[in-house]
Each structure stands twice: as C-alpha cells, then as structure tokens.
C-alpha cells in the first residue's frame, strides 16, 4: 500500500463519533459545499442521486431539531448541520417534464433504493470531513417525529429526512470505541451461523470490560421479557444493551408510526 492508502485507512480506524465542538470557530462556506461535492461523488442506483443535504442555519429551527432528536445539545451546537433526506421528489419532477406516470413511486423499493443511496453519501460526506480534520456525529433522532421535521423545514412530498449530520471542530474526543470481530461480519462464500455467535459473544466481553454502557442503561420497564427469564441478572455488555434497545416498547427508540409518515409524503410500499 502507499502512503495516501495508508493515511485513509488510519483515518478511517481513527474514527469516532464526535459531540463536542468549539462553537466560537466557523466553518468556511467553501468547506461546507465540497463536503457535499465529495458525496456526490458515491455510488448511486441508477445515477438517480435521490438524496439531498440541507444545511441548517436557522438557529431556532436547530434548537427545535435538537429538542426532536431527544434533546441532543449538539446537533445546536455543531458547526454545521446537515438534514440528510430522501428524495424521490426529483424523480416526480423528472417523470412529469418526460411526460410518464411515475409507476414505480407506489413500490417498497424506490424508497429502498432512495434509502440506501442516501445513507452511502452521507457516510461519503462524514469521510470527506473527517478528511479535512473535522469532527462528525450521525443523528438518527431526526426519525423520532420526522413529520416534526418536514413541518420545521417544509420539506416538499417524497422528500424525508433520514439522518442529521453534525460536523464541527472538536472540542473533545471520545475514545475509539471497539467494533465486532472481523469474523461476525465477513464470510468467505457463505454464511456462518456459529463464527456470528462466536463473535458476538467475544465482543460482548470487551464492551463489558470497555465500560462505555456505564449510566446508559436502557430501563427493564421499556421491555417485555420472556416467560421464565430473569434479564435482570444479565451482566450489561454489547447483548443485554443491544437486546433492550431492538426490544423497547419506547416510541422514540421503535418508531412504530414511520410507515404511516412515509405513507403521507407520498412513498409507496406495495
């Protein structure tokens, strides 16, 4: 490998999610425009390009962001903002100037593909700006009550917000928080079943041992347990912690009531 190749994998190792920021310092606007130049460069479906970042400067619609995404001080806080959202309403504008009826709008998939290709240039934008010595932070919270955000924003049809991105100078770091072993997320021509198992449990003695679930606990009354399992005897590493937030019955951890917002911008799911 050569030395750029060694300095993006070191990047890329070196990276954690960053929630403190100097906000006496600014971004420069030419910064912020080729973060998302170099997103658009990512892979995407078809060359459709059905994302969009919307950088938010309003500092009131940013506080009332924050307060949606459980009160994330840093999502007010960084020095840039950027609600990254689907959006198929390009694709409406597109069909209509062709003259064609837009079939595919009523299927899963277009959302699917729209999804996923706005989640590849986001993770493309966090790279570009790590690149660049910034620090940056994911916000999934912008789901808890995206009909909040559409409204905060006025986002058109088919436009829906799938992530925050916070980007800023770092104030503070956290320390690299450890990943599953290699062995639980790549196979060598098909799958295994215990090499996952073997992994998982590996990696929930070192999350134990890490102490980063330290005051996070998610609470026993979120969740219901199954008959004859005592899970307050469980130690809290990576499977107990995991278990509780894909089990809570907390609406802002399930979001249950996605598909119904999605149903009213306009995405289909036949």
């Not at 890329?12 to 006496?24: L, M």
């Not at 570009?128 to 940056?136: C, D, L, P, Q, T």
């Not at 100078?169 to 990943?179: L, Q, S």
């Not at 809570?248 to 009213?264: G, Q, T």
Request: glycine letters at 6%.
């Amino acid at each position: 490998m050569n030395e750029t190749t060694n300095d993006f994998f070191q990047m890329v190792e070196n990276h954690r999610s960053v929630r403190s920021y100097h906000t006496d310092r600014e971004i420069p606007p030419e910064h912020e425009r080729m973060i998302v130049a170099a997103a658009q460069r990512s892979s995407s479906s078809c060359n459709l390009q059905t994302y969009v970042f919307i950088s938010v400067k309003d500092r009131e619609k940013r506080k009332k962001i924050a307060g949606i995404c459980a009160k994330q001080r840093y999502v007010y806080q960084a020095n840039l903002f950027y609600l990254v959202c689907v959006d198929l309403y390009k694709m409406k504008i597109a069909t209509e100037k062709a003259g064609y009826r837009y079939y595919q709008e009523q299927f899963f998939d277009s959302f699917l593909m729209a999804a996923m290709d706005t989640a590849i240039a986001a993770q493309s934008a966090a790279l570009a700006a790590e690149s660049m010595g910034y620090g940056i932070c994911m916000i999934g919270g912008v789901r808890n009550h995206p009909e909040k955000i559409i409204e905060i924003m006025g986002l058109p049809e088919k436009v829906f917000p799938v992530t925050g991105l916070c980007v800023g100078i770092p104030a503070k770091t956290n320390p690299i928080k450890p990943r599953l072993p290699l062995k639980g997320v790549y196979f060598d021509g098909a799958y295994d079943p215990q090499a996952v198992e073997e992994a998982i449990e590996e990696y929930d003695r070192v999350m134990l041992e890490s102490g980063i679930y330290k005051d996070r606990e998610i609470p026993l009354d979120e969740v219901e347990r199954l008959d004859g399992v005592d899970a307050s005897q469980n130690h809290y590493g990576w499977i107990e912690h995991s278990a509780r937030r894909i089990s809570s019955k907390n609406p802002e951890r399930a979001r249950a009531h996605l598909r119904s917002v999605l149903e009213k911008a306009g995405f289909g799911f036949s």
